[in-house]
């Protein structure tokens, strides 16, 4: 963080200091995260639950996980695969299952006047 000192008043100052004291003294007597973290499993114990109950295990496909990308919320996949629906005609190896952002070459294609239709697989 980079504050030019030199452009503001003592009033300025006298409040920078105020408010940084504040802090550090917030940031130097909060409890360490691993003792947290020991308070709140033996809390979630002590009522008989255990974290997974509450939270679900990593990677569980009961707990939906969601997630922030390019600021829109994306629910997390099973991970299935799906079949194409689209391929491009000049080259065979470029496909797209119609989920999702549509590829470059479909969207230039598009552009060019074309159909998306044109491009399903049959």
């Given at each position: 963080?980079?504050?030019?000192?030199?452009?503001?008043?003592?009033?300025?100052?006298?409040?920078?200091?105020?408010?940084?004291?504040?802090?550090?003294t917030k940031v130097l007597t909060r409890p360490?995260?691993?003792?947290?973290?020991?308070?709140?499993?033996?809390?979630?114990?002590?009522?008989?639950?255990?974290?997974?109950?509450?939270y679900g295990a990593p990677g569980d496909a009961i707990a939906v996980e969601?997630?922030?990308?390019?600021?829109?919320?994306?629910?997390?996949?099973?991970?299935?695969?799906?079949?194409?629906?689209?391929?491009?005609?000049?080259?065979?190896?470029?496909?797209?299952?119609?989920?999702?952002?549509?590829?470059?070459?479909?969207?230039?294609?598009?552009?060019?006047?074309?159909?998306?239709?044109?491009?399903?697989?049959?």
């Amino acid at each position: 963080m980079n504050v030019d000192l030199t452009k503001l008043s003592a009033k300025e100052l006298r409040s920078l200091i105020s408010r940084a004291e504040v802090q550090q003294t917030k940031v130097l007597t909060r409890p360490k995260a691993s003792a947290m973290r020991a308070k709140i499993n033996k809390y979630v114990r002590d009522h008989g639950y255990t974290i997974e109950e509450l939270y679900g295990a990593p990677g569980d496909a009961i707990a939906v996980e969601a997630k922030k990308k390019n600021g829109r919320r994306i629910a997390k996949s099973s991970g299935k695969k799906v079949a194409p629906k689209y391929r491009n005609p000049t080259k065979a190896s470029e496909t797209w299952s119609g989920r999702g952002r549509q590829p470059r070459w479909l969207a230039a294609l598009v552009e060019a006047g074309k159909s998306p239709d044109e491009f399903l697989i049959k």
